[in-house]
């Protein structure tokens, strides 16, 4: 876990999202307070909380790109998911409690990289010795057991020599193409064994039982050295892991850091009229969330997780509903609260230039490894930010995404022609954008479908 600022956290957030000053002073608060938890004396640890946020804003404004973004500064394990996918428990669907599974799930690939890493260097030791017994094995010719005690001690000496002759060609590369065959194990493809959603924890570990009894089955595979290496590595990378290690520091990285996001938390609140007949989508999964939000323990593959620490960041655009219409248990888990503005034509102009990755150096990336070099010019970057902001505001409102529609839409025949086209070098200036775009954007009809 990296140890940051949030003043560091807001400057990092900055390199590649526009705007939305208060929310990323909000999230970098809450990871900054994550590690204030972690530097408290266990008896006061146990009484606090991470105050959990609810981001309010339409669509295309940055709200799941800033927690995206926060956990990957960080290094915690992050899931998102669509408050929509679940349902009540016992009916069918996904339960509530499976996106903790999800985010042990992330936490066991973030540990196991970090492992991967420490265990390379040995397992890449191990490799070059196997490939060396596959090249020069110990055969009855080589094995002194199979001559007299005389020549027994020439013939090991001639089997070293040999097998340190293939060493030294191996690490100069020489032998890459050569040709050796491998004992590879086969894996069983899992097979469903429930198709209800809510079961599939039940379905993992009946194949894991499988597993365990069902012996495992390899075969042969004749293969070049420098492939050979690739798989021998991977076997010994696993063979080297401390799975239960692995397990045990996964699921403490879980509950300690772990980061849920929850998307369209809008659409689960209850229909107009505050209608309180139960609803196995909204209201329902409202009241399986509550506990899984205040703390409570989760049964996983891996062991039991307590839920009481993972910080959870809520999203919706709330324009049927406000937050207010959440349960009101469940609005007291949220206690912080971020709203999201619109964005206006100039954030449009500095999207298209600002971030590290802009769609604009996305772009000329992408087209030139077609040898076609694009210059885009002030005035075609502002005529794109006026058609960006005038379809939002003259259709549905879809935030920065629109600015991927219309870069495609503007682009499609360079995209099309390049790889016929000679090294070249195109402006994208106004009259270029007015060009292209000039007829679908007077259309309101045609800009609805195309735009």
């Known amino acids: ?111 196991e990289t970090s492992k991967r890493i420490e265990v390379e260097e040995e397992a890449a ?51 890459e193409e050569r040709v050796v065959e491998l004992q590879i194990e086969t894996r069983n493809s899992p097979v469903q064994m429930f198709s209800n959603m809510g079961m599939e924890q039940m379905d993992v570990d009946f194949q894991s039982m499988f597993e365990k009894i069902v012996p495992k089955q390899s075969q042969e595979r004749t293969v070049k050295v420098s492939d050979a290496r690739k798989i021998l590595l991977e076997q010994e990378i696993e063979n080297l892991l401390d799975k239960d290690a692995v397990n045990e520091e996964a699921i403490a990285l879980a509950e300690d850091t772990g980061i849920i996001f929850v998307d369209e938390i809008d659409k689960i609140c209850s229909g107009e009229g505050g209608s309180s007949q139960a609803d196995v989508s909204r209201q329902g999964v409202q009241r399986d969330l509550l506990p899984i939000v205040e703390g409570t323990n989760v049964q996983t593959r891996y062991g039991t997780v307590n839920t009481s620490h993972i910080l959870f960041i809520a999203a919706g655009a709330f324009h049927r509903s406000k937050p207010s219409d959440l349960m009101p248990e469940l609005q007291g888990r949220f206690p912080i609260r971020v709203e999201l503005t619109d964005l206006t034509r100039d954030d449009f102009i500095r999207i298209l230039t600002e971030p590290t990755s802009s769609l604009t150096k996305q772009y000329e990336a992408l087209l030139a490894t077609d040898n076609i070099k694009l210059q885009f010019s002030k005035d075609g970057l502002e ?69």
């Open 1 to 111: 876990m990296r140890e940051m600022t949030p003043r560091e956290v807001v400057a990092e957030l900055d390199a590649h999202i526009i705007g939305q000053d208060a929310a990323k002073r909000a999230v970098a608060i809450a990871i900054r307070n994550r590690w204030r938890w972690r530097q408290l004396d266990a008896v006061i640890r146990k009484e606090v909380t991470p105050k959990n946020i609810i981001m309010i804003g339409p669509t295309g404004v940055g709200k799941t790109e800033i927690t995206r973004r926060l956990a990957t500064l960080t290094g915690a394990p992050f899931i998102k998911i669509e408050a929509t996918k679940y349902t009540e428990v016992g009916y069918y669907g996904r339960d509530v409690e499976s996106m903790v599974r999800d985010l042990v799930e992330a936490s066991i690939k973030l540990v």
């Open 383 to 451: 005529a794109m930010a006026d058609i960006a902001y005038q379809v939002n505001q003259s259709t549905q409102n879809i935030g920065a995404r629109r600015l991927h529609t219309i870069m495609e839409r503007l682009l499609e025949e360079i995209s099309f022609e390049a790889p016929d086209m000679k090294k070249t070098t195109i402006k994208i200036n106004a009259a270029y954008v007015q060009d292209k775009l000039k007829e679908v954007v007077e259309n309101e009809d045609l800009s609805r479908f195309i735009l």
């Open 125 to 175: 030791r191990r490799v070059e010795d196997r490939l060396v017994d596959l090249m020069a094995p110990l055969t009855p010719e080589w094995d002194s057991a199979s001559t007299d005690e005389e020549n027994a001690d020439e013939s090991a000496d001639r089997h070293a020599r040999t097998q340190e002759k293939f060493r030294k060609k191996l690490r100069a590369g020489e032998l």
